[in-house]
Structures are given as C-alpha cells and as structure tokens.
C-alpha cells in the first residue's frame, strides 16, 4: 500500500512538472537553466522540447557511472514522464496574450514547478538525473552543493542561452525563488519510511 502511494505521488508529481514546464514556455519570458539549454538544443537536433528533455535526462544518467551514483524507480521515471508531458501539455496550451497573462502563466508555472519537485522527490523512489548529477559529484569531490548547483546551472544556462534559449525575467524570477518553494513543499509531501515493528 505504501509503495503505491509513492508511485502515485511520483507519477502525478513528475506530470504536473511537465505541465509546469510548459507553462512557463509558453510565457515566454525566461526559462530555469536546464530549460535554456533544451530549448536551445531542440531546433539542433530535430526534436520535440519534451523529448530532448527526455534525451538530455538519459544523457546525464550516463555521467552518473563515474560517480558511482545509483538511480531509482523514480530516476528512470523522471526520464520518461517529464518530457512527454511537456509535449502532451503543449499541444493543449494556448499561446497567452499580452504581459499580463503571460505574467500569470509564468508565475503559476513557477508555483507548480516546485510543488511538483517536492511531491516527485518526497515519494523517495530515486532523485532526478539532474538532481543525482549534483550529489554524486558533491560527494565524489568533498565540494558544497551550494558551488556544486550553481557551477552546473551557470554552465548549461550559458551553453543554452548560445544554442538560442530564452533567458529573461522568468530565468531570475525562477532562480530567485524556486528553492524556497520546494524547500516548504518538500516536508508536506515527504513520505516517511515504513518502522519495522522492534522484537520483544
């Protein structure tokens, strides 16, 4: 029963993170760094922006291997759901109008984004192979995650934002505050493990 609770909450949190995505693609003012960087690779590799998100993640599973880093259910899960949907969301959503709205979809898709992240990462069934990336080399190399995040974000913004991804207010607005809203999503949706009942 706890395991299908977790499977849901991974399921449905990984979808509303896609939709959030296209959210804030649609609103056309600026992307999170990652983001930058698919919607700067998609035209370059013939794609669609959800399944180079898709290839990108598989990509960046590859580098766990040095690391010695081992994905989860919820690892290969993020691979696959994400980036298809994004796609299925984007060929729902309209194009807003005018800065008001594109505004409010921005910063909807902002809000859901990281209530997304802590619902997918409170179900405990692996990190995203972004997220792993991150830890693993942190504890490979004895650095701070604070420099770890922030080198690897500097570094594919400014690789996306080369390739032609749109980086605006949306890319500040989501740096600015994207952490503080996982951080008082993730306890809400932490799924705590089961206590093996202790042996009298």
């Not at 949306?170 to 493990?193: M, N, R």
Request: hydrophobic fraction near 50%; aromatic fraction near 10%.
């Amino acid at each position: 029963m706890m395991m299908h609770r977790r499977l849901f909450q991974l399921f449905w949190g990984l979808g509303l993170y896609g939709f959030s995505m296209a959210l804030m693609l649609r609103a056309n003012l600026g992307l999170d760094p990652w983001d930058v960087l698919h919607q700067g690779l998609a035209p370059r590799l013939g794609l669609s922006f959800g399944m180079t998100v898709n290839l990108i993640g598989a990509v960046v599973l590859l580098l766990w291997w040095p690391l010695r880093q081992k994905p989860g259910i919820g690892t290969v899960c993020n691979i696959v759901v994400i980036g298809t949907a994004v796609d299925l969301s984007l060929m729902v959503l309209p194009v807003p109008e005018g800065y008001v709205l594109r505004f409010a979809w921005l910063a909807v898709g902002i809000v859901l984004n990281g209530i997304a992240g802590g619902a997918y990462i409170g179900a405990g069934l692996g990190p995203g192979p972004r997220d792993g990336l991150m830890t693993g080399f942190c504890r490979r190399t004895g650095l701070p995650v604070k420099w770890v995040r922030t080198g690897i974000e500097i570094g594919v913004l400014a690789i996306g934002w080369l390739l032609g991804g749109t980086v605006g207010l949306g890319t500040l607005l989501y740096a600015a505050t994207i952490g503080w809203i996982v951080h008082h999503a993730l306890p809400f949706f932490t799924i705590a493990p089961c206590e093996r009942p202790v042996p009298a």
